[in-house]
Each structure stands twice: as C-alpha cells, then as structure tokens.
C-alpha cells in the first residue's frame, strides 16, 4: 500500500516562501496511472486543490493560485514539492499530498493522502 | 469554474437513522462527483467514486448516487463511528483539476 509523507517547516514569515516536499513510498510515482496533488485545508474550515502534477512534469494549478504556486518533481527521489511565495495569514493551513487516478486525462479520485502537515504563516 | 454547493453543512442524527446529504454542480458534470469522510485530525478518507461506486474496504451503508447536476451521499444506518465532516469533490473530465464542496459535518444527536 502506497504511503505519502509532507515534510517541510512548520512555521513561514509573511511575504516569504512556502516550501513543501512529499514523499512517495513505492514505484508507482513513475507510473502513468496517476496524478500527485497537493491541497490544503485551513484550520476549521473546508478542503482547497492546489495543483497537479504529472510524473513527467506536467503540471496544473488552481486559477486562484496560480500566480504563486510552484509544484515541481523529482522522479530519482519519489518527491514532489510545493513552493507558494508572497505567504500571508490566510495561507496557514493543513497541507496534504495525494495520489489521485487518471481516467484518460483526467484526475478523478484522490484514493491515498498523506497524514497532513501543519503549515502556520507568523512573524 | 465549477462550483459545487453542498447541503447541509451540518447535521444531528440519531444512531440508527438514515442521513442524506445532496451536492449540487454549477454545471452538468456527468457522474464525475466522489465522496470523502474526513475525521478530527485525520486526512480525508475516499468512500465513494464516480457518484456510485464504493470504494473497496468501505461498509455498504454509505452509498452515493445522482447525475448531472444533482448528487446525493447516504449512510443507511447511522454508526457512532460515522461522526466525521463529509464532502463531495468533482473533478473535470478533460484536464487534471478538482473542486470540493463545502462540506457537512455530521454529528449524533
């Protein structure tokens, strides 16, 4: 069974860059029947999609991120990352990493997701 | 952008009871609608695929169903261990992007 570990700081200054790496336990990283995902979730309140990314790089964000979201890959290390800049209050949030599959082009279902990772923005 | 209205967003039943939730889309998304449970402190847990497939490993009270616009999440007899925040997530058939509802937390009464 697949298993997804966020790693990264727990606590980022305003106006400076979110960074957070997940780690995939198995080969299926490299397989192309899935999307990584990140998504996020602030405290009390519902869950937010981030962005994709394919194995080979690929990648889609949420328009309403967009212009600050970085997910990057590295296929040699089973990780994916996220960078997110110009961090404000509003970005504190659980952050997870997810598998999700592909039917065609298309990233359905999130079947296996990471425990989370606090992420607080303070100065 | 398709927006997904979840309803209610919060709910007390008895054990034993039958508790519905209903997902609506901004727009016809097929049967392209999952189903999560998520616990206290706890990542999200997938339940139901594709509107009406349940995932396997998942007890087969918790059903979805619907088409379209017009989506619906049923546990058939309600379990303490069912007391979680329940949301409904569509995603796009044509490129890699997903939407959640708001969510419904579900509580006994």
């Known amino acids: 069974q697949v298993q997804l570990q966020e790693s990264g700081p727990g606590l980022v200054k305003p106006s400076e860059t979110l960074s957070l790496t997940c780690t995939v336990s198995?080969?299926?990283?490299?397989?192309?029947?899935?999307?990584w995902n990140w998504i996020r979730q602030p405290p009390g309140k519902g869950l937010e999609w981030i962005g994709t990314?394919?194995?080979?790089?690929?990648?889609y964000y949420s328009p309403s991120l967009k212009s600050r979201v970085t997910i990057s890959v590295d296929t040699s290390k089973k990780q994916f990352s996220l960078k997110l800049s110009s961090v404000t209050a509003a970005d504190t949030a659980v952050y997870y990493c997810?598998?999700?599959?592909?039917?065609?082009?298309?990233?359905?279902?999130?079947?296996?997701w990471g425990q989370g990772t606090l992420v607080t923005v303070s100065s | 952008d398709i927006q997904m209205t979840q309803s209610p967003s919060s709910l007390s039943a008895s054990v034993g009871d039958r508790v519905t939730i209903t997902c609506q889309a901004s727009q016809d998304i097929t049967n392209n609608l999952n189903w999560y449970q998520q616990k206290p402190g706890k990542a999200p847990k997938l339940l139901i695929y594709d509107a009406s497939n349940l995932q396997p490993g998942v007890p087969s009270r918790f059903s979805g169903g619907g088409s379209g616009t017009d989506f619906t999440f049923t546990i058939t007899s309600l379990q303490p261990e069912d007391i979680a925040t329940y949301y409904c997530q569509q995603y796009d058939s044509v490129l890699p992007s997903l939407t959640f509802g708001g969510g419904t937390k579900v509580e006994i009464k």
């Open positions: 198995d080969g299926s990283f490299s397989s192309n029947s899935y999307y």
């Open positions: 997810a598998r999700s599959v592909v039917v065609v082009l298309a990233s359905t279902r999130l079947n296996h």
């Open positions: 990314i394919y194995y080979s790089g690929s990648t």
